[in-house]
């Protein structure tokens, strides 16, 4: 099914009010230290960012942990669902 306009407005806004293009790029696609989140699968993004946010899943830093702590659930939901496809070309092989 094509991307529900309305979730992915409100992801892309979530993304840049809750910083995370700051660090991991505008295009989510990550750069030094920071591991690229674009197109990675919701279900994984989902989960992650929620043990981030309830503090099951440690960081090397304590980068995501601020990032999300404090966020409602739904919006980590949506933040997934728009990450996983968010609207550029996916990483080539081998490639960035
Ligand atoms: C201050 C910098 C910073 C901000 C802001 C930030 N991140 Fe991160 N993020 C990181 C770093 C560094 C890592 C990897 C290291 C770690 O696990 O602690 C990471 C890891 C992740 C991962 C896990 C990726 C994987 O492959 O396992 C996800 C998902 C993620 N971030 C999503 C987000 C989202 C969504 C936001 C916005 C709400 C966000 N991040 C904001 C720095 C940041």
């Not at 279900?43 to 942990?65: C, D, I, V």
């Not at 659930?73 to 960035?96: F, H, I, S």
Request: glycine share 10%; hydrophobic share 35%.
């Amino acid at each position: 099914a094509p991307p529900e306009a309305a979730r992915m407005a409100r992801g892309q806004a979530l993304a840049q009010e809750d910083r995370c293009v700051i660090c991991h790029g505008a295009d989510l696609s990550g750069g030094q230290q920071v591991p690229r989140i674009a197109h990675q699968r919701e279900e994984y993004l989902a989960l992650t960012l929620q043990e981030f946010r309830s503090g099951k899943r440690p960081g090397y830093t304590q980068a995501m942990g601020e990032a999300v702590g404090r966020m409602a659930p739904e919006d980590l939901d949506t933040l997934a669902y728009y990450v996983a496809r968010l609207p550029t070309a996916p990483p080539k092989p081998g490639g960035k």
